[in-house]
Nanobody, 123 residues
Framework: QVPLVESGGGVVQAGGSLRLSCAAS????????MGWFRQAPGKERVFVAGISRSGGSTEYDDSVKGRFTTSRDNAKNTMYLQMNSLKPEDTAVYYCAAAPLVTNLSLGRANYWGQGTQVTVSS
């Protein structure tokens, strides 16, 4: 089990920034690739970003490339998502997830999910 808890969501104006955190419990955090997904109202949950177990490799959806950056600190069992130049279309519930590989995450597959944190971008 890898319990995951997101934090850092909130309301921000378009063009602003937010940083989300995903804290994991247990000693196996470094054994998993980690990722971020989001689900907008009335839409399916979609992959946003992923990071390898070591943090040396990342992958992003085209919609966030150049604006979002994911990172992780294995010593703190925590992953981050720095979101800059936010747009109203970024409004969604953001979830973190864990899987063996980033490839799994980019295909929408995860072993563990967090409960989500709401991000609202006002125009």
């Amino acid at each position: 089990q890898v319990p995951l808890v997101e934090s850092g969501g909130g309301v921000v104006q378009a063009g602003g920034s937010l940083r989300l955190s995903c804290a994991a419990s247990g000693r196996t955090f470094a054994n998993y690739a980690m990722g971020w997904f989001r689900q907008a109202p009335g839409k399916e949950r979609v992959f946003v970003a992923g990071i390898s177990r070591s943090g040396g490799s990342t992958e992003y959806d085209d919609s966030v490339k150049g604006r979002f950056t994911t990172s992780r600190d294995n010593a703190k069992n925590t992953m981050y998502l720095q979101m800059n130049s936010l747009k109203p279309e970024d409004t969604a519930v953001y979830y973190c997830a864990a899987a063996p590989l980033v490839t799994n995450l980019s295909l929408g597959r995860a072993n563990y999910w967090g409960q989500g944190t709401q991000v609202t971008v006002s125009s």
